[in-house]
Protein backbone atom coordinates (compact mmCIF):
# COMPACT_ATOMS: atom_id res chain seq x y z
CA UNK A 1 0.00 0.00 0.00
CA UNK A 2 1.24 3.44 -0.88
CA UNK A 3 1.84 6.03 1.38
CA UNK A 4 -1.63 7.41 1.55
CA UNK A 5 -2.94 8.57 5.19
CA UNK A 6 -6.21 9.25 6.26
CA UNK A 7 -6.98 12.15 9.00
CA UNK A 8 -9.72 10.63 11.61
CA UNK A 9 -11.68 12.14 14.52
CA UNK A 10 -12.54 9.23 16.66
CA UNK A 11 -14.77 9.80 19.58
CA UNK A 12 -13.51 6.98 22.48
CA UNK A 13 -15.03 6.77 25.70
CA UNK A 14 -16.46 9.56 25.24
CA UNK A 15 -13.28 11.78 24.26
CA UNK A 16 -12.41 13.10 20.81
CA UNK A 17 -8.92 12.07 19.32
CA UNK A 18 -7.43 13.56 15.84
CA UNK A 19 -5.56 10.60 14.20
CA UNK A 20 -3.48 9.81 11.29
CA UNK A 21 -3.81 6.65 10.18
CA UNK A 22 -3.49 4.83 6.87
CA UNK A 23 -6.76 3.82 5.22
CA UNK A 24 -5.70 0.04 5.98
CA UNK A 25 -5.40 0.41 9.55
CA UNK A 26 -7.46 -1.35 12.30
CA UNK A 27 -9.27 0.20 15.01
CA UNK A 28 -7.22 -2.43 16.83
CA UNK A 29 -4.10 -1.07 15.84
CA UNK A 30 -5.39 2.42 15.92
CA UNK A 31 -6.34 2.48 19.91
CA UNK A 32 -3.35 1.07 20.58
CA UNK A 33 0.13 2.46 19.04
CA UNK A 34 -1.93 5.66 18.10
CA UNK A 35 -3.99 6.95 20.99
CA UNK A 36 -2.46 4.88 23.46
CA UNK A 37 -5.19 2.70 24.70
CA UNK A 38 -3.56 -0.63 25.25
CA UNK A 39 -6.58 -2.58 27.29
CA UNK A 40 -8.12 -3.98 24.40
CA UNK A 41 -5.84 -6.80 23.72
CA UNK A 42 -4.58 -7.90 19.77
CA UNK A 43 -3.70 -11.99 20.40
CA UNK A 44 -5.13 -14.08 16.82
CA UNK A 45 -5.50 -10.37 14.54
CA UNK A 46 -8.17 -12.48 12.81
CA UNK A 47 -11.40 -12.54 14.72
CA UNK A 48 -11.17 -16.08 16.21
CA UNK A 49 -10.50 -15.19 19.90
CA UNK A 50 -12.63 -12.00 20.48
CA UNK A 51 -10.16 -10.24 22.82
CA UNK A 52 -9.68 -6.96 21.26
CA UNK A 53 -13.92 -6.63 21.43
CA UNK A 54 -14.81 -3.46 22.05
CA UNK A 55 -17.88 -1.95 21.59
CA UNK A 56 -19.41 0.64 18.62
CA UNK A 57 -22.24 2.28 18.60
CA UNK A 58 -22.87 -0.20 21.54
CA UNK A 59 -22.42 -4.08 19.67
CA UNK A 60 -19.78 -5.60 20.29
CA UNK A 61 -17.31 -5.63 17.49
CA UNK A 62 -13.32 -7.05 16.37
CA UNK A 63 -11.55 -4.46 16.47
CA UNK A 64 -8.88 -6.61 14.81
CA UNK A 65 -11.01 -6.70 11.89
CA UNK A 66 -12.44 -3.15 11.39
CA UNK A 67 -10.91 -0.57 10.04
CA UNK A 68 -10.07 2.58 11.53
CA UNK A 69 -11.68 4.46 8.78
CA UNK A 70 -15.03 3.24 9.05
CA UNK A 71 -15.31 3.94 13.31
CA UNK A 72 -15.68 7.90 11.91
CA UNK A 73 -18.56 9.50 13.62
CA UNK A 74 -19.75 6.69 15.47
CA UNK A 75 -19.40 5.64 19.28
CA UNK A 76 -16.26 3.35 20.53
CA UNK A 77 -16.26 1.97 23.98
CA UNK A 78 -13.39 0.44 25.47
CA UNK A 79 -12.02 -1.70 28.44
CA UNK A 80 -10.29 1.89 29.86
CA UNK A 81 -13.76 3.69 29.65
CA UNK A 82 -16.11 1.08 31.33
CA UNK A 83 -14.86 2.53 35.46
CA UNK A 84 -16.71 5.71 36.51
CA UNK A 85 -14.72 8.09 34.63
CA UNK A 86 -15.53 10.63 37.81
CA UNK A 87 -15.37 8.16 40.50
CA UNK A 88 -12.87 5.13 39.52
CA UNK A 89 -15.50 3.13 40.49
CA UNK A 90 -15.43 -0.02 38.98
CA UNK A 91 -18.06 -0.88 36.34
CA UNK A 92 -20.24 -4.12 38.42
CA UNK A 93 -18.68 -6.47 35.75
CA UNK A 94 -15.03 -5.58 36.68
CA UNK A 95 -15.97 -5.75 40.53
CA UNK A 96 -17.15 -9.47 39.88
CA UNK A 97 -14.40 -10.67 37.71
CA UNK A 98 -12.18 -9.28 40.43
CA UNK A 99 -14.19 -10.53 43.68
CA UNK A 100 -14.67 -13.81 42.02
CA UNK A 101 -11.64 -14.70 40.26
CA UNK A 102 -12.77 -14.15 36.78
CA UNK A 103 -9.90 -13.61 35.13
CA UNK A 104 -6.59 -15.78 35.15
CA UNK A 105 -3.54 -14.07 32.99
CA UNK A 106 -6.41 -11.74 31.65
CA UNK A 107 -5.32 -12.09 27.68
CA UNK A 108 -9.46 -12.75 27.27
CA UNK A 109 -10.83 -10.06 30.06
CA UNK A 110 -10.99 -6.97 27.58
CA UNK A 111 -13.07 -8.57 25.34
CA UNK A 112 -15.35 -10.34 27.61
CA UNK A 113 -16.02 -7.38 29.46
CA UNK A 114 -17.04 -5.31 26.37
CA UNK A 115 -18.78 -8.53 25.11
CA UNK A 116 -20.83 -8.99 28.33
CA UNK A 117 -21.69 -5.49 29.04
CA UNK A 118 -23.32 -5.54 25.59
CA UNK A 119 -24.98 -8.22 26.84
CA UNK A 120 -26.19 -6.43 29.75
CA UNK A 121 -27.20 -3.77 27.89
CA UNK A 122 -29.45 -5.73 25.84
CA UNK A 123 -30.98 -8.34 27.95
CA UNK A 124 -30.31 -7.55 31.57
CA UNK A 125 -31.82 -10.56 33.00
CA UNK A 126 -30.06 -13.31 30.99
CA UNK A 127 -29.99 -17.05 31.68
CA UNK A 128 -26.40 -18.64 32.40
CA UNK A 129 -27.22 -20.57 28.07
CA UNK A 130 -27.69 -16.53 27.38
CA UNK A 131 -24.52 -15.71 28.91
CA UNK A 132 -23.07 -18.57 27.48
CA UNK A 133 -23.84 -17.71 23.69
CA UNK A 134 -22.83 -14.26 23.78
CA UNK A 135 -19.71 -15.13 25.43
CA UNK A 136 -19.17 -17.95 22.40
CA UNK A 137 -16.88 -15.66 20.20
CA UNK A 138 -14.40 -14.95 22.98
CA UNK A 139 -12.02 -17.45 24.25
CA UNK A 140 -10.54 -18.16 27.57
CA UNK A 141 -6.80 -19.72 27.31
CA UNK A 142 -7.15 -20.65 30.78
CA UNK A 143 -10.36 -22.41 30.00
CA UNK A 144 -12.52 -20.49 32.90
CA UNK A 145 -15.26 -20.62 31.28
CA UNK A 146 -17.38 -21.53 34.23
CA UNK A 147 -16.00 -18.43 36.73
CA UNK A 148 -16.37 -15.87 33.89
CA UNK A 149 -20.56 -16.93 33.36
CA UNK A 150 -21.17 -16.54 37.48
CA UNK A 151 -19.43 -13.38 37.54
CA UNK A 152 -21.62 -11.67 34.31
CA UNK A 153 -24.44 -13.62 35.95
CA UNK A 154 -23.83 -11.50 39.42
CA UNK A 155 -22.82 -8.87 37.78
CA UNK A 156 -26.52 -8.46 35.91
CA UNK A 157 -28.23 -9.34 39.26
CA UNK A 158 -26.27 -6.43 40.96
CA UNK A 159 -27.12 -4.06 38.27
CA UNK A 160 -30.87 -5.32 38.24
CA UNK A 161 -30.80 -4.12 42.25
CA UNK A 162 -30.61 -7.50 43.94
CA UNK A 163 -28.24 -8.54 46.39
CA UNK A 164 -24.91 -10.90 45.34
Known sequence: MSGKVTRLVLTVDGQKYEVVARPDATLAAVLREDIGLTGTKVMCEGG?????????????????????????GRYIE???????????????????FVERSGMQCGICTPGMLMTAKAL???????????????????????????????????????MRGGER
Open 48 to 72: ECGSCTVLIDGNPVLSCLTLAVECQ
Open 120 to 158: LAENPDPSEDDVRQALAGNLCRCGNYKRITECVLAAAKT
Open 78 to 96: TIEGLADPISGELHPLQKE
